[in-house]
């Protein structure tokens, strides 16, 4: 599976958008990306996932650019409870297990 | 419906004892994995089944690690003889299928501390 690269760590401001970066540049055609976070003492929680149209749910969006070597997870209007560490994740439409890297490290300032 | 639970949350060992960690997949999933995480780290694979099968035990660290599924939904993840380097979290996740596609859905995890 392909490498993702993510900044350790971000801040954001309460009720503004939050937008974590993902490079992926070795993708290939067959790997979708995966977004997961966790909030500390929990287990990772599935947020989004694409292949390379921009997809958006309840939780999230994900922008994915047309050359699919990187990806934006979007949180629109961050709260306090968004805090939390946010794994971007490259995964062969074929493969089972995931490779979480270490992540960012999101926090949200009041 | 119930998430993945995972028991106990936290567990305390004296090096060298053995220990088991049991995973409640979500009712009706076919794939189930289970995964490391040290402190600061992501979590990392260790091993996966579909149904009662163990297709992939390759991120197992030593023969010290053993997993099973007999009848295909709860799993136990045994540790033998234990070591300091065995503390970490251990989480199971399950999905409904055996597609590439099909999200993971994890349990809180089993806290294991080795003293």
């Known amino acids: 599976d392909a490498k993702t690269t993510q900044p350790p760590s971000m801040d954001c401001a309460e009720g503004r958008a939050a937008n974590l970066p993902c490079n992926h540049s070795t993708i290939s055609g067959n790997e979708y990306v995966y977004w997961y976070r966790q909030i500390h003492s929990q287990g990772p929680q599935y947020i989004i996932h694409g292949l390379k149209n921009n997809e958006t749910n309840e939780m999230a969006s994900l922008i994915i650019t047309e050359d699919r070597k990187s990806s934006t997870l979007i949180l629109p209007h961050a709260t306090l409870r968004d805090t939390a560490v946010y794994y971007c994740i490259v995964r062969v439409d074929t493969g089972n297990q995931f490779y979480f890297g270490t992540g960012t490290s999101l926090t949200v300032i009041p | 419906g119930a998430g993945v639970s995972q028991s106990p949350r936290y567990k305390v060992a004296k090096r060298g004892q053995d220990v088991a960690l049991r995973c409640d997949p979500i009712?009706?999933?076919?794939?189930l994995f289970w995964y490391q995480q040290a402190l600061g780290q992501g979590p990392e694979f260790l091993t996966y089944?579909?149904?009662?099968?163990?297709?992939?035990k390759s991120g197992l660290p030593s023969d010290r690690f053993f997993a099973e599924r007999p009848e295909g939904s709860v799993s136990t993840l045994k540790i033998q003889r234990t070591q300091q380097e065995d503390s970490a979290v251990y989480l199971c996740a399950s999905s409904l299928a055996t597609s590439g596609q099909e999200t993971q859905y994890f349990g809180p995890g089993t806290r294991l501390l080795v003293l």
């Open positions: 089944f579909q149904n009662e099968a163990q297709l992939d």
């Open positions: 009712s009706g999933h076919v794939s």
